[in-house]
């Protein structure tokens, strides 16, 4: 039926640079994006995969290209509160693939083919859809209907993206004003432990998932369509620090879904029993002990951050399931978060961040009197010209 095999058995593999025949996405490229939207019936071509620009076959060994991946689905139980739910999918199942490996999400995904399997005969995007439409329909009966687009054409990829960043936002929009203390029940997703075995997300109200895709009404929305599947709830239980954020409920499904590794999660701290880290994290925010702060950095940022160390090389320390002190994944919108590293002094204590995720969080920076207080790659080269930096602009953690 296909050129591969296919199955949960191929999740968790890494295809290296000098292996791949393609990548689709990643850090070379500005406009990359996956999105599933619910439609009518009338409006979905069931099991239709159509490929827009240059297939796999198209391009030489070793290209690098981006890609806008879009999912029209349609049942009769399916409301709009899955699209995020179904769209982290495409990452488990893409994993499925023998030698296909995918990473992240959103506006972030990044997928490499390995030689091997493109040797065996998988030379096309339709290959790829059409064992898209087989897992999602298998595996999720309540989607009746489902038609996969693959678009490699660079000008209509950016287009693509621009639209659906609008999408994310609105999402993401959704939790304004909810806080952890109204609500009963968190969500957990173990999406990623066939990379990293022992992470465990948790999701609250103002705590959105590392990858950026899954905040807590997606969490809701996932446990409702599949009890059993890989988003859970998690119930509360006692607040047992309420400076550090450690609840009973969170610590025992960290413990039972983490097999023993973890035991206690500080939800809101980088510096004391964090939260584990997996690999799709959108961003890291990693510790600068020579001013007693934090910089953040993402995946799509190619230079050295302000410690002399790339994203990649961070990544390597922050992932893998670990809890490790001072290295925390997390999602560029949880800086919009109140209760944002709380415990360890929230956004006053960030020094460093790329001017992309600067004027990203723009809005929330000037509220809260830090815009032109936290330095980027083009004000700073390295710690010591940071030290000045912070006492020549007067930020707020050292003035105190």
Not at 353 to 369: C, F, H
């Amino acid at each position: 039926m296909f050129s591969v095999d296919v199955g949960p058995q191929y999740e968790g593999e890494t295809v290296r640079k000098e292996d791949f025949q393609i990548e689709f996405g990643g850090p070379k490229h500005k406009f990359k994006a996956e999105l599933v939207t619910v439609k009518p019936a009338a409006d979905v071509e069931d099991e239709k995969v159509e490929i827009i620009g240059k297939d796999i076959k198209d391009f030489e060994e070793g290209a690098s290209v981006p890609i806008f991946i879009k999912i029209l689905v349609a049942g009769e139980q399916l409301e709009k509160d899955m699209e995020p739910v179904f769209e982290r999918r495409v990452h488990m199942y893409i994993n499925y693939i023998e030698g296909f490996w995918h990473m992240a999400q959103r506006d972030e995904i990044w997928m490499r083919l390995h030689k091997d399997s493109f040797k065996k005969g998988l030379n096309s995007l339709d290959e790829i859809g059409r064992v898209l439409v087989m897992l999602y329909k298998n595996e999720l009966s309540i989607i009746e209907k489902i038609q996969i687009t693959f678009i490699t054409d660079p000008a209509l990829v950016e287009k693509e993206v621009l639209e659906a960043r609008k999408t994310y936002k609105e999402r993401d929009d959704r939790l304004k004003g909810i806080t952890e203390e109204e609500v009963d029940e968190f969500y957990g997703c173990s999406l990623c432990q066939s990379f990293a075995p022992t992470h465990v997300c948790v999701v609250t109200p103002e705590r959105v998932s590392l990858c950026g895709a899954i905040n807590w009404f997606d969490g809701r929305a996932a446990y409702k369509m599949d009890p059993e599947g890989p988003q859970f709830a998690v119930k509360k239980g006692d607040l047992i620090d309420p400076e550090k954020f450690i609840y009973s409920g969170v610590n025992a499904i960290v413990a039972e879904k983490s097999l023993g590794a973890n035991s206690v999660f500080c939800l809101h701290s980088a510096l004391e029993t964090p939260h584990t880290s997996c690999g799709c994290f959108q961003a890291i925010c990693f510790y600068i002990p020579e001013v007693d702060a934090f910089g953040v950095v993402h995946r799509d940022y190619l230079g050295e951050a302000v410690n002399g160390q790339k994203f990649s090389g961070i990544a390597g320390e922050a992932s893998g399931g670990r809890q490790n002190e001072g290295m925390l994944g997390m999602a560029i919108s949880y800086m919009r978060s109140k209760k944002f590293l709380k415990t360890d002094g929230g956004l006053k204590r960030i020094v460093w961040l790329p001017k992309s995720i600067k004027e990203q969080v723009k809005d929330v920076l000037e509220e809260a009197g830090l815009y032109d207080k936290i330095a980027t790659e083009e004000d700073v080269k390295n710690v010591d010209e940071l030290t000045e930096y912070m006492n020549r602009v007067g930020h707020p953690w050292v003035t105190g």
